[in-house]
């Protein structure tokens, strides 16, 4: 069998659903291969930065590294702006979507929201609310997606900052990836962790 004999849902037998599901679950252990591949093609979206969006993605990525941040910190801020060429609208919505079953909810919501909270630094120039953030004050998670942008996002566009390659952060994407999606252990619902550890920012420094 190398197709199912249906051709309407509802006409699938056990056999056909079977097949399917083996399938599926071999088609998303390579969900990690398919976003690193993704981010490459972020080299050719929005320009007019000083850097590609690309570069912005890998540069956010290594200033939390360095922050000595976990790894659901880190393929957060890799990922964070991974919608910008499949959904310019609503681009911090499609990261989270897609991270969401994959890391702590902390995480999933910030990047789902730093849209709003990155306004701050731009939004009076464009004719836009700067204070967007401000809806969002009722969240346990507000003062954690103010420093993710302060510290990481609105910060990551500069030319000279010495990235890590892309290449560097496949080991950590990989294995966010190969986690069992939705799990209460990794998704800790209210649960804070910080975003930066000095103890671990200096081992990482050598």
Known sequence: MDKVKFTQMKDGDREDYEFLTAHEVA?????????LTAM????????GYQITRLGHSVQAATRAWRDGADEDWVVAALLHDIGDIYAPYNHDEYAATILRPFVREQCAWVVEKHGDFQMLYYGHHVGGDRNKRDRHRDSQYFDDCAEF??????????????????EFFRPMVERVFARKPYDPAV????????????????????
């Open 149 to 166: 942008c302060e510290r990481w996002d609105q910060s990551s566009f500069d030319p000279a900052y010495a990235d890590l390659p892309l």
């Open 187 to 206: 998704i800790r619902a209210g649960e804070r962790v910080a975003l930066t550890d000095a103890v671990v920012a200096a081992d990482r420094a050598g």
């Open 40 to 47: 490459k093609d972020l080299d050719a979206s929005l320009s």
């Open 27 to 35: 088609y998303t252990e390579k969900t990690a291969e398919r976003l």
